[in-house]
């Protein structure tokens, strides 16, 4: 059968495969379809249909509305990884949102702006130096690295108290709060800066968890294809 969902973008950027890992762990069938970034296909009339500024993610699922207006084409185009994991979720695995636990649905929420709020500028200013600037022959900025590894210690601290208490971040059940953070923390992991996490034992084994999980490898195996094959 067709897959009704598809994501557009390569697997290697961390936004894309965020989303990759929320269709996994909602056990979603997709497609992920490929946009030449050397080509500026994401600038084409036909990618800026799917989203006016002209990035990936897009998510495009087949049988919901929101923008068929324009295009007589009923489809979702969803851009922004965050909101569409949620929405994923939302559609396919509502439990990964803590539906039907008012509180314990609340403490997801807090953790996605945790995630998207205290963890993501620094994990991405780290991730920016030590994953992207080699890419393009660029120095890394050592002491960038330093100072934003310095600020995730205290956003770490944090993360290690809560999960002393709680198996998840939520709390005794794996949520989307939880899955947000696997796409980021696999780029870590293919540096040294992953090491970082040996300072909290709580926070280590949780990572150990996650990526042990069947999507979180599933992800990594997109991403590391996706090095090869889309940075020839
Ligand atoms: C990031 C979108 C983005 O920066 C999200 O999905 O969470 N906040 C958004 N997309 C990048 C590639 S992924 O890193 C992109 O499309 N860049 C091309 C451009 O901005 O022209």
């Known amino acids: 059968m067709e897959p009704v969902v598809k994501v557009y973008g390569p697997a290697m950027s961390w936004n894309i495969a965020r989303v990759l890992v929320s269709l996994e762990e909602s056990g979603v069938n997709y497609e992920l379809v490929a946009v030449d970034f050397a080509a500026a296909e994401h600038k084409s009339p036909a990618h800026l249909g799917r989203n006016p500024f002209g990035q990936v993610p897009v998510l495009e699922d087949g049988d919901f509305c929101l923008w068929a207006l324009i295009t007589y084409i009923v489809y979702v185009y969803a851009t922004e990884s965050r909101a569409i994991t949620k929405y994923i979720c939302r559609k396919y695995k509502p439990e990964l949102l803590g539906v039907g636990n008012l509180e ?15 963890y993501r500028p620094l994990i991405e200013a780290i991730l920016m130096e030590v994953r992207i600037r080699p890419i ?55 540096t040294i800066y992953i090491s970082v996490l040996d300072m909290y034992p709580h926070v280590r084994a949780w990572w150990d968890d996650l990526k042990g999980r069947p999507a979180a490898r599933k992800v990594s195996d997109l991403m590391h294809m996706s090095v090869k094959n889309d940075l020839k």
């Open 104 to 118: 314990g649905s609340a403490m997801v929420y807090v953790w996605l702006e945790v995630e998207a709020h205290q």
């Open 136 to 190: 393009f022959g660029q120095r890394v900025d050592e002491r960038a690295v330093e100072e934003n590894i310095d600020k995730l210690k205290k956003v770490l601290d944090v993360y290690e108290s809560r999960l002393s208490s709680s198996k998840y971040l939520a709390g005794d059940f794996i949520s989307l709060a939880d899955l947000n953070h696997v796409s980021t923390m696999l780029c870590l992991g293919i």
